[in-house]
């Protein structure tokens, strides 16, 4: 079973965090993620629909406070997912740091620069673009 954007984007749209995040880029995450597979699981143990760690679940609990208890649900991963992302945009008001936060991990962003992040990370943010782009041009 495969979610839809369009879920992603309702299940977004049910819950505010500051800032606001689209619920299109999301969805792109989902998507170069996991490619909508709910069930997914890395070779680095990442889960769901959104790949979270078992730290990032923990984290998104306890210091974020949203009940996050299970990456396999695409519902709760996607409303888990856009709080998380608003915490990011709070710490990187930068679109990139965040996505390569998102992928390599908060610290590793606050001490690195960009020519520091490792290929996988760089391959993450262009996919991730070009899924954006895509579900942007959509509308059109």
């Given at each position: 079973m495969k979610v839809t954007v369009e879920q992603i984007m309702q299940w977004?749209?049910?819950?505010?965090?500051?800032p606001?995040?689209?619920?299109?880029?999301?969805?792109?995450?989902?998507l170069?993620?996991?490619?909508?597979?709910?069930?997914?699981?890395?070779?680095?143990?990442?889960?769901?629909?959104f790949q979270f760690m078992p730290i990032t679940?923990?984290?998104?609990?306890?210091?974020?406070?949203y009940n996050f208890t299970d990456p396999f649900d695409p519902e709760q991963s996607t409303k888990?997912?856009?709080?998380?992302?608003?915490?990011?945009?709070r710490h990187?008001?930068?679109k990139n740091?965040?996505?390569?936060?998102?992928?390599?991990?908060?610290?590793?962003?606050?001490?690195?620069t960009i020519y520091e992040?490792?290929?996988?990370?760089k391959n993450f943010i262009t996919k991730v673009d070009y899924y954006f782009s895509e579900l942007l041009d959509s509308d059109n």
């Open positions: 977004a749209s049910e819950i505010e965090t500051n606001e995040i689209n619920p299109k880029f999301l969805a792109a995450i989902a170069t993620e996991s490619s909508l597979n709910p069930y997914a699981i890395s070779v680095k143990k990442a889960m769901g629909l679940v923990r984290d998104i609990r306890d210091r974020l406070g888990a997912a856009k709080v998380y992302l608003a915490w990011l945009f990187f008001s930068d740091k965040v996505l390569a936060a998102w992928n390599w991990g908060y610290g590793n962003v606050k001490t690195h992040y490792p290929t996988e990370t």
